[in-house]
């Protein structure tokens, strides 16, 4: 079994999910979702369009860096990971983490949000809020940069080619 550990990072309707899912499938790993983790009061907060502050996801990125510590045959974690030093937390769990960055514009991700059903994200300004707090990943974290306007099967390509993983399980 791989021993690869990533997340799929980006704003809130990049294709997170999605994307985690599929390349999880691939790499023949668990795939788990941070929104999961959340508190109730965390997804509370949220469903009443209050963005998070940094003290709000403090517990949040605890437990997912021990998630990552704990999940020794590897894992693909769907999760914001915004700023850079959410990342650092991250990557606390593990130094040898990847993240995948799931890149697109405002209006591309909003058309998206526009069509989801039961989600608690809610409301244009929470995505600009996350768009004004994110900190693109830089060189330096080599993260792998995939343009959201892919077709999902080439993002997991492109991503399994990136990581140097066969992804063995399933097609695409």
């Known amino acids: ?37 959340h508190s109730p009061a965390n997804v509370a907060k949220m469903a009443s369009g209050v963005p998070l502050t940094d003290a709000d996801r403090s517990g949040w990125l605890a437990e997912l860096a021990e998630r990552v510590r704990e999940e020794q045959g590897g894992l693909v974690l769907a999760c914001s990971a915004l700023k850079r030093a959410y990342r650092e937390r991250l990557r606390a769990g593990d130094p040898s983490l990847q993240f995948v960055y799931l890149k697109g514009d405002m209006e591309t991700i909003w058309s998206r949000h526009c069509s989801r059903e039961d989600h608690y994200f809610n409301g244009r300004a929470m995505l600009e809020s996350q768009f004004l707090t994110l900190e693109e990943p830089d060189p330096g974290e080599g993260a ?29």
């Open 144 to 172: 792998i940069t995939v343009d959201v306007a892919e077709q999902p099967h080439r993002i997991v390509e492109r991503c399994l080619s990136a990581l140097g993983a066969p992804g063995r399980a399933g097609g695409s």
């Open 1 to 37: 079994m791989s021993t690869c550990k990533v997340i799929v990072m980006g704003v809130s309707g990049c294709g997170k999910s999605l994307i985690g899912t599929r390349l999880a499938e691939r790499l023949g790993v668990p795939f788990f979702d941070a929104d999961d983790f």
